[in-house]
């Protein structure tokens, strides 16, 4: 059976690298992740935030494990 992924932000950073080795801790648990970068600002040359999702399904245990490892999930 197929199953339509909902996306969920576990992790938002104004930095890609951390997004990316955030995501990278997530999959090494066996939490499918992916990174997004919100569009551009209005403000001229500021990009948005970088968000680290997670399936709903996984969300609340990539939660715990960010807690746990001392991470501020948000």
């Known amino acids: 059976m197929l199953h339509h992924i909902r996306w969920e932000t576990v992790f938002q950073t104004p930095s890609e690298a951390e997004a990316h080795v955030i995501a990278g801790?997530?999959?090494?648990?066996?939490?499918?992740?992916?990174?997004?970068?919100?569009?551009?600002?209005?403000?001229?040359?500021?990009?948005?935030?970088?968000?680290?999702?997670?399936d709903a399904r996984?969300?609340?245990?990539?939660?715990a494990f960010l807690r746990e490892d001392a991470l501020e999930p948000r």
């Open 25 to 54: 801790l997530l999959e090494t648990r066996g939490i499918m992740a992916r990174v997004h970068q919100e569009p551009a600002g209005m403000t001229a040359g500021q990009l948005g935030d970088v968000m680290v999702l997670v």
């Open 58 to 63: 996984d969300y609340e245990q990539a939660l």
